[in-house]
């Protein structure tokens, strides 16, 4: 029996030395363990079948070892799982300051008591710190209270190390070979030294630990041909990158011996592309439960009540209209689309939702029901997707409210059953393919080849920072951690090891970066770029229908349209997009109007109004009937729906309403019920137009003499005017003239009939979709 430290650093041929040695050892008809991360398992599988089948090696990561080391001798205990470790801490905090916390705080403490625990740190042991550090050590002591003789998964490190040091065992296994680590802890490396009395034990690892000798050592290789590339931002990128696996692919390169390493926040924006090119991708990072689409509907529907937004407005259909208000008037908050829900007349269907997802009664029942008839409700294909059975989602759901209401009542068990949702992860194979990975789920792994993208500053790093709880100069160098047991100082420049990592993680290694993204420039990695400026892109084949030059795509009609007469407001529309003001125009919208809007336009559809008409107004506007009453001496002396000039070809503006008094005029402008409040949003209001400004210019230049002042007011339905500006408009401000000299601009191309789009991220608020582009909405 004998323990062996190999070290080498990355690419140099470790995992082929242990591969060798675990084929001798399996032709003898002895078993092997192959240790690692459980990302690493089909990779190795692979490797080892690569020369012919291999009877006799198995591959387990840590954990398994340490359970089947216990199983074996007959020491189990209950296993605290999954999202156990997260509500048992959250019931200690609980217990300690007799409230709930917040799920945030609990993870905040679990992580804590998980480092602790991984470097032998008791809840007796010696901290130093501030108070912080002794509400740590209660509620840590409170959590293995709470716990009693279940074991987490720390436990079962500990336990089996106390096994194999003071017990002479009999293994089930012949050799154990750990392999594809970065580093490894001090209880990890003393158990497997004490394996090493009852098996023959080999650990490789790119540098030796503290205060060990190497027993072997590898040279490096220099056999890696590494290129860089920048793009001018990512989604050229990103382009470049799948048309360039689609060639290797075209070539005949194995979908299994190529990779592409990201960024996890990129990973998803990257395999949006995947059916565009046709191009096999394995997307191997977890997937939780909340990423499910039963799982998202559910977690839109918890934080729904208590933070209201778009998104999760539109995961009710019903609500859809809402949801497209709040995205179009840009408000957040919960009292903001309250406001904006009466405005629309659904206060009765928001407060319906709001009602339904109110904990009632029983947290159990509740979320029981919600889950049976709540979700379908919402989706009624649920129950006819593939994606996860949806029988097979309520048990891990239900299990998850369970723990979730032994610590939590009311809005507290929503916020809790959504937090241990997200931290429920699914092991699911995905489909085979190139295999898209983050820095960490490409440790321990060699490629043929592989595309290392986004190597920009801050993008890949091993995120060194202080703790919350024990402050860096309190922690014990690395050297003491690993002699001493205790916790480590966290800045140990792990950055280098990663990035040693990446640079060997493929023989043939394309490197690309982006120098701008949407928030400005970005900077490249010196470690992975080089010091030199890489050259651009490539061009390659098209490798996407979209990037082909075709006569027969869909080009949208560019000729002239008779496009009629122009208000003021209509060419400002034409203006930001001459296609979508034409095709708004030419297509009716289905959506229904709300009552103010209604009301607005038959107000101008009378000129003048009187009681007689007032009246009827009152009768068939009944949320309006107060306010109609209040104002009726105002109103009726005020002409409404008038034209500047009254004729003419040219733009013309449409006033809402306006009043006169001598040489001064009020122009005014109506509004939904709250949507301005004082008189700084209403000068931000007309801001955004040419209609009221253009129109006091017109007034005081052609009525030079007669009117010598023009009073501009934004006047919300059920509420009294609001004047947008002091001492009024005497003469011709600059702001106006830019209306005038746009109005100008835009009537020339509009009297063109030209209706050339202008895309940009106005296409995001477009309701014509696809027409310029495809032809098709």
Known sequence: MSFTLLVAPPGAGKTGRLLDRAREVAEEKRRVWWVGLPSQRGYIYRRAAAKGALLGLEFLSSQQVYYRL??????????????????????????????????????????????????????????VGDEEVERFRKVFRAYEAIKGDAWDYDDFRSEALKLVERTEMSLEVDAVLVDGFREIGPLELRLFEALGRHAEVWLALPEAPPGRMADKILPPRDAIRRRCYRAANPVVEARWVMGAL?????????????????????????????????????????????????????????????????S??????????????????????????????????????WQKWLRLLEVQGDEMAWAEQLLETGLPQVRPDLLEREELRYAQFKQHAVQRAKEASRLAKDAHFRAWWGALLQETFLFDRPRGGVA??????????????????QAVEGAYTTREREDYFVPEEARKSLELAFGELGLPKRFQGRDQSLYAELKTSATDLTVTYSEAGQDG????????????????????????????????LYRAERSAVELGSATLEGLRRYDDCAFRYWAERAIDSDEARPWWLELIDEMRGYDRLNLARLEELKDKYPQASHWLGEYAEQLTQLTFGAFLPETGSGPRALIDAAGRSAGEVTLYRFV?????????????????????????????????????????????????PIPAFDDGITYLWRRIANRQRKVEQAF??????????????????????DVCREGAR
């Open 70 to 127: 216990l199983a074996h001798a007959l020491q189990l205990k209950p296993l605290v799982v999954g999202t156990g470790r997260l509500a048992l801490v959250g019931e200690a905090l609980r217990a300690v300051r007799q409230d709930v916390p917040a799920p945030g705080e609990a993870r905040l403490f679990a992580r804590a008591i998980a480092e602790a625990k991984r470097y032998g740190v008791s809840y007796e042991a010696e901290l």
């Open 246 to 310: 689609k060639r290797d692919l075209a070539t005949g390169s194995d979908p299994l011996e190529l990779a592409v390493i990201l960024p996890e926040a990129q990973i998803k924006a990257f395999a949006a592309l995947a059916d565009e090119y046709g191009v096999p991708l394995m997307d191997e990072t977890p997937r939780a439960l909340a990423d499910t689409m039963p799982g998202r509907l559910l977690l839109d529907l918890l934080e729904l009540p208590d933070y209201p937004s778009a």
């Open 312 to 349: 999760k407005l539109l995961a009710i259909p019903e609500l859809a209209p809402l949801a497209r208000s709040v995205l179009a008037e840009g408000v957040v908050g919960f009292e903001a689309i309250t406001v904006l829900a009466q405005r629309l007349g659904l206060e009765s269907l």
């Open 436 to 453: 898209l990975l983050t820095a960490n789920l490409a440790s321990g792994r060699r490629f043929k080849k592989a595309y290392l993208m």
């Open 521 to 552: 420039p970005l900077v490249p990695e010196p470690e992975l770029v080089g010091a030199e400026l890489p050259s651009p892109v490539p061009t390659l084949p098209a490798g996407s229908r979209l990037e082909l030059i075709r006569s027969d």
């Open 672 to 720: 939904a019920p709250e949507r301005v409040a004082d008189q700084s949003e209403a000068a931000a209001y007309l801001e955004k137009r040419w209609n009221e400004l253009w129109a006091a210019g017109y007034l005081l230049t052609h009525f030079r003499g007669r009117i010598t002042r023009v009073d501009v007011s934004v006047w919300p339905i059920l509420q009294a």
């Open 748 to 769: 020339e191309r509009f009297s063109g009939g030209d209706v050339s789009p202008q895309p940009g991220f106005r296409c995001r608020s477009c309701r014509m979709s």
